[in-house]
């Protein structure tokens, strides 16, 4: 259960530094996901997903948890 609470610590922590630190390159950022069709969104979001998944279970592999 520590890991989790470790993941999304992190995750808080780098989504609140990305908006104290460049909230217009956020709102540029989420014009350009709009221009983009569905299903390349779709795949974005895959893509964060399998890489997440990835990071996490190496922190386990490391001890983390």
């Known amino acids: 259960m520590g890991w989790v609470l470790l993941s999304i610590g992190l ?3 780098v989504e609140g530094l ?3 630190l460049a909230p ?13 069709p569905m299903d390349a969104r779709r795949q ?9 998944l990835i990071l996490v279970y190496g922190a386990f592999l490391l001890g983390v948890g």
Do not use: P
């Open 44 to 52: 974005v979001g895959a893509l964060a997903f399998v890489s997440g």
């Open 11 to 13: 995750v808080l922590v």
């Open 24 to 36: 217009s390159l956020i709102e540029r950022l989420l014009e350009m996901l709009r221009t983009l």
């Open 18 to 20: 990305a908006y104290v």
